[in-house]
């Protein structure tokens, strides 16, 4: 299902690219890779071991249309606002992270059953993304295309269709066993994998590095319409600290390459 999902996407990412290049806008390319940091059922809320621990890592393909330029004539668009600060980013990425408790609960200073139960529990997600980010440059595009050394800063806002597959076992045994699982997480796990939506909302900047490329750091939120991203899910009515959704922050190193 990962590969059909995947070529599927790929097809959908092109057919979109090609609808609007008829419209004569520029095209950029690029890749993203950086460390990804997953906010789930696992490990201690606010808690700084977690949020180090349970940390995966991300790579992507994006692409970006250009309003401020046409391909077709190598010419600036009629100067507009939206044409002069705004991009669209469409993105095929995929995020892997390995997953544990961490916290004050498992401490080694904690002997009893339940914090042992904890402790030799372990799970993964793997997440295949695709999406789109309509992003805002609150400085001129045009100007920063012009000036080799520039910054761009920007902010986006988007949404992404993403294939997750999760693991959980347990260093004890098989799961939902009282040997090795405790009651909070009886009936509460699953390695069946499937399909969610996502917000996605980013703040970064770009570098000029030369006329026809640059670089990005991007920092990025994305928030599930699930909680079984990480194939966990106690119950949110008794266990109201985990009724949150899976999430993730991802950290982005990007490169960028102007097509035309």
Request: glycine letters at 8%.
């Given at each position: 299902?990962?590969?059909?999902?995947?070529?599927?996407?790929?097809?959908?990412?092109?057919?979109?690219?090609?609808?609007?290049?008829?419209?004569?806008?520029?095209?950029?390319?690029?890749?993203?890779?950086?460390?990804?940091?997953?906010?789930?059922?696992?490990?201690?809320?606010?808690?700084?071991?977690?949020?180090?621990?349970?940390?995966?890592?991300?790579?992507?393909?994006?692409?970006?249309?250009?309003?401020?330029?046409?391909?077709?004539?190598?010419?600036?668009?009629?100067?507009?606002?939206?044409?002069?600060?705004?991009?669209?980013?469409?993105?095929?990425?995929?995020?892997?992270?390995?997953?544990?408790?961490?916290?004050?609960?498992?401490?080694?200073?904690?002997?009893?059953?339940?914090?042992?139960?904890?402790?030799?529990?372990?799970?993964?997600?793997?997440?295949?993304?695709?999406?789109?980010?309509?992003?805002?440059f609150p400085l001129s595009i045009r100007d920063f295309s012009s000036t080799i050394g520039?910054?761009?800063?920007?902010?986006?806002?988007?949404?992404?269709?993403?294939?997750?597959?999760?693991?959980?076992?347990?260093?004890?045994?098989?799961?939902?066993?009282?040997?090795?699982?405790?009651?909070?997480?009886?009936?509460?796990?699953?390695?069946?994998?499937?399909?969610?939506?996502?917000?996605?909302?980013?703040?970064?900047?770009?570098?000029?590095?030369?006329?026809?490329?640059?670089?990005?750091?991007?920092?990025?939120?994305?928030?599930?319409?699930?909680?079984?991203?990480?194939?966990?899910?106690?119950?949110?009515?008794?266990?109201?600290?985990?009724?949150?959704?899976?999430?993730?922050?991802?950290?982005?190193?990007?490169?960028?390459?102007?097509?035309?």
């Amino acid at each position: 299902m990962p590969k059909k999902f995947i070529i599927t996407s790929l097809l959908l990412f092109a057919f979109s690219n090609s609808t609007f290049a008829q419209f004569g806008f520029s095209h950029e390319i690029g890749a993203i890779v950086g460390p990804v940091a997953f906010q789930s059922d696992y490990g201690e809320r606010h808690d700084f071991s977690t949020n180090a621990g349970n940390t995966g890592y991300g790579i992507g393909i994006i692409h970006y249309l250009n309003f401020s330029y046409r391909a077709e004539c190598n010419c600036y668009t009629p100067e507009t606002y939206f044409n002069d600060h705004f991009k669209l980013r469409s993105e095929l990425s995929y995020n892997k992270t390995e997953l544990q408790h961490f916290g004050r609960w498992v401490d080694n200073n904690k002997t009893s059953l339940i914090a042992n139960q904890l402790r030799g529990m372990r799970g993964s997600t793997s997440v295949t993304n695709v999406g789109m980010q309509l992003e805002y440059f609150p400085l001129s595009i045009r100007d920063f295309s012009s000036t080799i050394g520039a910054w761009a800063p920007f902010i986006s806002l988007g949404g992404q269709f993403s294939f997750y597959d999760p693991e959980a076992y347990s260093t004890l045994g098989e799961l939902n066993s009282p040997i090795s699982t405790p009651i909070k997480y009886m009936g509460a796990t699953t390695n069946q994998g499937g399909t969610v939506w996502s917000i996605v909302g980013s703040i970064g900047t770009r570098y000029k590095l030369t006329e026809l490329s640059d670089l990005m750091l991007d920092l990025r939120w994305q928030y599930y319409f699930s909680n079984w991203v990480d194939g966990l899910n106690p119950d949110p009515a008794v266990y109201v600290e985990n009724r949150a959704n899976d999430w993730n922050v991802w950290i982005n190193f990007g490169y960028i390459y102007y097509l035309q």
